[in-house]
């Protein structure tokens, strides 16, 4: 069974930091590209990075500058490190992987995590 368990959100005060976590469970062949989305209340969900299993990234330009996506294949680990938050980010995230089993490749997602960036 594939699981993507995140961590690392929480309350934060604007200007501060936070890491989100997301490691990636259970029998697998590969992962390709590995990302992070929110979506806050009445809001459409925006992809907000993502890095490919070589290490290209791409980010939303509202956090260009401010986070930084990186992975650990060998713990099969995406991390988003967010830097300079400000209220706008509050939102839940969700991260994603774009998963190899066997000959069936397809997305599996996170159960997502709370920030909440107070002004």
């Known amino acids: 069974q594939v699981q993507l368990v995140e961590s690392g959100g929480g309350l934060v005060q604007s200007g501060g930091s936070l890491r989100l976590s997301c490691a990636v469970s259970?029998?697998?062949?590969?992962?390709?590209?590995m990302g992070w989305y929110r979506q806050a209340p009445g809001k459409q969900r925006e992809l907000v990075a993502n890095i490919s299993s070589g290490g290209s990234t791409n980010y939303v330009d509202s956090v260009k500058g401010r986070f930084t996506i990186s992975r650990d294949n060998a713990k099969r680990t995406v991390y988003l490190q967010m830097n300079s938050l400000k209220p706008e980010d509050t939102a839940v995230y969700y991260c994603y992987a774009d998963i190899r089993v066997m000959f069936r490749r397809r997305d599996y997602w996170g159960q997502g995590t709370q920030v909440t960036v107070s002004s």
């Open positions: 259970g029998g697998i062949s590969s992962i390709n590209d």
